[in-house]
């Protein structure tokens, strides 16, 4: 089955951290470049990084710039958010998604993983 | 970053009918457009993609419309079970998604 799933979302104080994990499976992962989404709850999506299929292109949100690094290990079929000094506002569901490459659409999601900021 | 508004925030419509949804861009975005449809409690899900492309899967009564900097999403025939919040996306500038449109079916 095509899928990715999230993990390691969870509780953290203000000024803390916590490393996010999306599993591939079903698909050939280096053959696509890789994105994650947040939606805060109640509210709309916002795309926050992308990386393409090698790392050798990294783009970010100016809301995370410099406090979020995204990874993949394509040997274990993976993508990763590290999220550092996290604050209220990081509060969301974060979705990783793929994209069809030279056009940035995001044909696949996974179920996301909740991300509480609060003290 | 193009702004991407959508219209109306929220719509109710009767099962059977038609939905208009509406998504306007800041600057042309050429068809470089892209539309989601989210349930409660789910992911979102590609519907349309080049502004009027269904993606794989997708029924035939979502159409999508428009180029440059007006689109449109028309669902007709319409089932409560395509009651959703759906989201527009350019991707022509980089990317940035609308607020999104709630649909009620009722």
């Known amino acids: 089955e095509v899928q990715l799933v999230e993990s390691g979302g969870g509780l953290v104080q203000p000024g803390g951290s916590l490393r996010l994990s999306c599993a591939a499976s079903?698909?050939?992962?280096?053959?696509?470049?890789m994105n994650w989404v947040r939606q805060a709850p109640g509210k709309g999506l916002e795309w926050i990084s992308y990386?393409?299929?090698?790392?050798?292109?990294?783009y970010y949100a100016d809301s995370v710039k410099g406090r979020f690094i995204i990874s993949r290990d394509n040997a274990r079929n993976s993508l990763y958010l590290q999220m550092n000094s996290l604050r209220a506002e990081d509060t969301a569901m974060y979705y990783c998604?793929?994209?069809?490459?030279?056009?940035?659409?995001?044909?696949?999601w996974g179920r996301g993983t909740l991300v509480n900021v609060s003290s | 970053e193009v702004v991407m508004t959508q219209s109306p925030a929220s719509l109710s419509v009767s099962p059977g009918g038609r939905a208009t949804l509406s998504c306007r861009a800041g600057?042309?975005?050429?068809?470089?457009l892209a539309w989601y449809q989210q349930k409660p409690g789910q992911a979102p899900r590609l519907l349309i993609y080049?502004?009027?492309t269904r993606a794989t899967g997708m029924p035939a009564r979502f159409r999508g419309s428009g180029s440059g900097t007006e689109f449109t999403l028309t669902i007709s025939s319409l089932h409560s079970e395509d009651s959703a919040v759906y989201y527009c996306?350019?991707?022509?500038?980089?990317?940035?998604f609308g607020q999104g449109t709630k649909l009620e079916i009722k």
């Open positions: 990386t393409t299929s090698w790392s050798k292109t990294i």
């Open positions: 079903g698909f050939s992962f280096t053959n696509y470049s």
């Open positions: 996306q350019q991707y022509d500038h980089w990317l940035s």
């Open positions: 600057q042309s975005v050429g068809t470089n």
């Open positions: 080049d502004a009027s």
């Open positions: 998604a793929r994209d069809m490459g030279s056009d940035l659409y995001l044909d696949m």
